[in-house]
């Protein structure tokens, strides 16, 4: 399956804590749509949060949020992995 990279932009900043319960949210949600989140990545102080997820769609992924908890990606990346 495909990787991609989302990006969150939280306004005023978001917590380590509330990113985990959001994450956590996520896993529970993803089989249903065939997506795996696998890692994620928070800038507390910019409100920065980096999703990297193995899903068969950009949209795919963006459902699991939306169903997650709401906080749908402000941009979507394909990536590919290199060592």
């Given amino acids: 399956?495909?990787?991609f990279m989302?990006?969150?932009t939280i306004?005023?900043?978001v917590s380590g804590a509330d990113?985990?319960?959001a994450h956590a949210a996520d896993l529970a949600t993803q089989?249903?749509?065939g997506v795996h989140y696998?890692?994620?990545?928070v800038d507390?102080?910019?409100g920065k949060i980096f999703c990297l997820v193995d899903a068969p769609s950009a949209d795919a992924a963006n459902e699991v949020h939306r169903?997650?908890?709401g906080l749908v990606a402000d941009e979507i990346f394909p990536v590919s992995e290199h060592a």
């Fill in 1 to 3: 399956m495909p990787l």
């Fill in 6 to 8: 989302d990006i969150h």
């Fill in 11 to 13: 306004e005023g900043g």
């Fill in 19 to 21: 990113v985990a319960g």
């Fill in 31 to 33: 089989d249903a749509h």
């Fill in 38 to 41: 696998l890692k994620y990545w």
């Fill in 44 to 46: 507390e102080e910019a």
């Fill in 67 to 69: 169903k997650a908890h």
